[in-house]
């Protein structure tokens, strides 16, 4: 079974914006990169710090505590396949955004 979040039109950020979302216990960041959209979860796994105002250069984030770097299309830490933001991918249907939680077998 597949857990979609329908995104609200007013939280779909701008191009090259970001948004802040609550889903269900999750706190996400959705962005918006040259009219691809990616969700992360908004918290480093390095040692939690929230990654929504980290700096943005194309789809490389770096976390404003301690200076790591994610890829936003796989969610790993550049050079690293150890390390990884937990990521979801967006789903767009007759213009409407999805965010998918977890998929089912």
């Given amino acids: ?7 609200p039109r007013e939280k779909v950020p701008d ?6 979302l609550k889903v269900e216990d999750k706190f996400l ?12 979860d908004d918290s480093c796994p390095h040692q939690g710090a929230s990654l929504f105002s980290g ?7 770096q976390c404003g505590a301690h200076g790591l ?4 299309t796989s969610g790993f830490m550049l050079n690293s396949t150890h390390l990884k933001v937990s ?3 967006v789903e767009i249907v007759e ?11």
């Fill in 1 to 7: 079974m597949t857990l979609r979040f329908e995104v």
């Fill in 15 to 20: 191009l090259g914006g970001r948004t802040f």
């Fill in 29 to 40: 960041v959705l962005f918006n990169i040259n009219e691809q959209f990616y969700a992360i």
């Fill in 55 to 61: 700096k943005l250069e194309g789809c490389t984030l």
């Fill in 69 to 72: 770097k994610f890829d936003l």
């Fill in 87 to 89: 990521s979801y991918p």
């Fill in 95 to 105: 213009e409407q955004l999805f965010i998918v939680l977890n998929q089912g077998e």
